[in-house]
């Protein structure tokens, strides 16, 4: 995406939007930091280079737009005191919670966001997996005493993020059930920990900026691409496959760390079934990575004439090293200083 005036405005409109969410002093408040933060992500999903993006950012507007008027619609019945159309308050909190589990693409309301993010360039997949999520997760905080209802939404993403992966080709599908899949333990930690789901969160976009860093630098989309364009470098293959391990949680890797603070938060709020049903899913989705990095690795492919030049700038080296050295050695030096 080209730094161009336009395009830095409505990032910075982008950001504006949710930060006004998120420190609103009433649901009306939150609603027009929403809407502002969406009507700024619409002009940076369209570019003219992808044929896609005009779909993704009619689908994206549409569902968006549904959860808006669904949280409208509740934050009006919340402020009427007409004792003909009193509902129950409880009521009205749940129909908020479901626009912002919507707005999130939480399963089993996710049926958008796999499509849209085919649609997008990398760095607004980035930013749709990470910071479009900032707000919905903030303010589902402000419903903190109505978290038995979030434990379906938190099961449904945890299993439908880990198999609806299996059988993906496109690396940003992938990464969308990945995300959706994420999204559960974040909501597991927002559920459990009142701060735990931010250094989850923290974590989790360090990662994802790492892996879309890599798959921008080669324009890479689809698996088969990881297999061609990176034979004659293994070690940037090692260290891509590394950072996908890490983004599933497999040990010693950083990726560990979160999931293994939310796992003993659940124990301590007494909670081992559902901790046991995401440490399988979580061993589904570490399946289709380990598919991915042992086909990579065990397997010899030809080497075509197109593919043999090497289009990788050296110069994005060092950040791609320092990336994969945080990656690989925070879990240790995390367990060196708190054990």
Do not use: D
């Amino acid at each position: 995406m080209p730094l161009n005036p336009s395009k830095c405005l409505f990032f910075s409109i982008l950001i504006l939007g949710t930060l006004i969410s998120i420190s609103a002093n009433s649901w009306f408040g939150i609603w027009m930091g929403l809407e502002i933060n969406l009507l700024s992500f619409i002009p940076l999903m369209s570019t003219p280079q992808n044929m896609l993006s005009s779909e993704a950012s009619l689908k994206y507007f549409l569902v968006q737009a549904l959860a808006s008027s669904i949280l409208l619609f509740a934050t009006i019945l919340l402020h009427i005191n007409n004792p003909i159309m009193y509902m129950n308050p409880n009521i009205i909190i749940t129909f908020i919670s479901l626009s912002l589990l919507l707005k999130m693409g939480a399963a089993p309301l996710h049926f958008w966001f796999p499509g849209t993010m085919e649609g997008l360039n990398w760095l607004n997949c980035f930013i749709l997996m990470t910071w479009q999520k900032i707000g919905p997760l903030i303010l589902l905080s402000y419903t903190f005493p109505f978290s038995s209802f979030l434990m379906p939404f938190t099961i449904s993403c945890i299993i439908i993020g880990s198999i609806g992966g299996l059988n993906q080709t496109s690396l940003r599908k992938l990464l969308a059930y990945s995300s959706i899949n994420h999204l559960g333990w974040m909501l597991v930690a927002l559920i459990t920990g009142e701060n735990m789901w931010m250094t989850y969160f923290m974590i989790y976009t360090f990662l994802n900026l790492s892996i879309v860093y890599m798959f921008n630098t080669f324009q890479m989309f689809h698996i088969n691409q990881s297999f061609l364009m990176l034979s004659s470098n293994p070690v940037i293959k090692f260290m891509l496959f590394s950072l996908l391990l890490s983004l599933g949680g497999l040990p010693p890797f950083l990726g560990f760390l979160p999931k293994w603070l939310v796992i003993q938060n659940m124990m301590n709020n007494q909670l081992p079934f559902l901790a046991t049903i995401m440490v399988i899913m979580t061993l589904v989705t570490l399946f289709y990575y380990m598919r991915l990095t042992f086909s990579s690795f065990l397997l010899s492919y030809m080497e075509l004439k197109w593919n043999t030049k090497n289009n990788f700038n050296y110069t994005s080296f060092l950040p791609l090293m320092t990336m994969f050295f945080i990656s690989s050695t925070s879990l240790l030096i995390c367990m060196m200083i708190f054990i």
